[in-house]
């Protein structure tokens, strides 16, 4: 059964900084694709860093320079590094990882875990 566990939301003060974390179990980690998605309310769940199995990331113009995608395949576990936070950060923040295989789509998603940015 696969799992992603989600960690590192909170409360933060506008330009301070956070890091999220994202533990995923009964996978082969290495080969999967990884993503960070955040939803506001009211709003739709936007994408906002991704990074592929060979080390290439790519960001949402709203977060580039502020935040930085990782991931540690010994420990199966992939990193969003928050910095500058600022208000308009706040939302609930999803991992996601997915694999494609041919036209088949693997795919998974964390619970969330809340990031709210105030002073």
């Known amino acids: 059964q696969v799992q992603l566990v989600e960690s590192g939301g909170g409360l933060v003060q506008p330009g301070g900084s956070l890091r999220l974390s994202c533990a995923a179990s009964g996978i082969t980690f290495s080969i999967y694709g990884m993503a960070w998605y955040r939803q506001a309310p009211g709003k739709r769940r936007e994408l906002i860093a991704t990074l592929t199995t060979d080390g290439n990331t790519n960001y949402a113009d709203s977060v580039k320079g502020r935040f930085a995608i990782s991931r540690d395949n010994a420990k199966n576990t992939v990193y969003l590094q928050m910095n500058s936070l600022k208000p308009e950060d706040t939302a609930a923040y999803y991992c996601?990882?997915?694999?494609?295989?041919?036209?088949?789509?693997?795919?998974?998603w964390g619970q969330g875990t809340q990031v709210t940015v105030s002073s």
């Open positions: 996601n990882i997915k694999r494609w295989v041919g036209v088949t789509l693997t795919n998974y």
